[in-house]
């Protein structure tokens, strides 16, 4: 018979120290270490690829509408952009709404305005440039963090124009960076469960992402767990997030984003029954790290998912960063997570767990050490 080996968290820390892992390895790590040995890896992983500081921005959210044409089984944010007027709880901030927006996230001292929405087609290319620049005249010195990469894709496709003049037209207008978001998982038969075509393909979000970091708009990644998925799934994910950096750098970060269940259709539809445990939202953490921290080395643990205790120990399992403050967030709102914090409160939490707070921008240089 032949000898079944398993090797230990030395042998895969040695391993992971020189080369980049494979899937079969990741996998192979996944079945035979323990959560507290995958947990030490990503640990000691985060403290050789960045040290043991915990980053975090101090950030203001602006939804600018909640009308969608995707509509997501995953999500509980949108009204059917088709039902506008018919129904009531959609919305469309102006340009009004969206002034006094920006100055609250100058009152907040947001280094950082993140605008995200749905895919509203009854706006114009104009309507964003125009609320790109009125967030920039307010908060001249804030970064300007705008669109998922599958809204740049929809915008794009809508108003006629390209993805490049698309993405030059609002750079333009004062975006400086993506956020992101829409990369949900790549793998084909999960991502049809969890999205509508409305919404682009994993292929085409990482060819984007490339479009968009080749005109040197650079930006997060993210993943989205804990719904229908496989850990085959989320190891192909990161695996390509990965390899999507080498081919054309500009992610800043990786944002594991937990499914968050009441709300959404997915729940309505009975298809899942119960968020991910702490023990998958730590492994997912610890993966990011072990596959892509060697190349995108911030890996971002979003509290407001996990809540502050489960955060926590995802800080010790591979995490670096933990997002930001979030003030006035809505997508996750509408899933009844009301979170938002002070940098007191986010200095605190990573003090409690031994490492060192440190405020940031957006491009990850840091602002203070607070
Ligand atoms: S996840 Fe985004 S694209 Fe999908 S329905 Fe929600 S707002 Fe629309």
Known sequence: MEAVHSYGLNYWLEQRSYRNLG???????????????????GDALASSDVGDLVTYAVSYNINYSNYCAASCPICAFYVP???????????????????????????????????VGGFNPYLDIEYYENIFREIKSVNPQATLKALTIPEYDFIARTTGNSLRETVSRFMEAGVDAHTGGGAEIFDPEVRKQITTPEKISGEKWLEDAKVLHSMGLRGNSTITYGHVEE????????TKLRENEI????????????FSLN?????????????ASAVRDILVISLARIIAGSVIPNISVYWISLGKSIAQMALRAGGSDLVGTAFSEKVFGATDKHYQADVASLSSLVRQIGKIPAQRDTFYNIKSMI
């Open 23 to 41: 899937q079969k390895e990741v996998l192979e790590i996944t079945e035979t270490l323990t959560l507290p040995e995958i947990m030490m890896m």
């Open 81 to 115: 952009a088709k039902a506008k007027g018919k129904i009531s709880g959609g919305y469309e901030l102006s340009v009004e709404d969206i002034h006094r927006e920006a100055l609250k996230a100058r009152e907040a001292g947001a280094t950082e305005v993140h605008v």
């Open 231 to 238: 850990t085959r799934h989320i190891v192909d994910h990161l």
């Open 247 to 258: 081919e054309q750098s500009g992610f800043l970060s990786i944002i594991p984003l937990k």
């Open 263 to 275: 709300n959404t259709p997915l729940q309505k539809m009975k298809k899942v029954k119960m968020e």
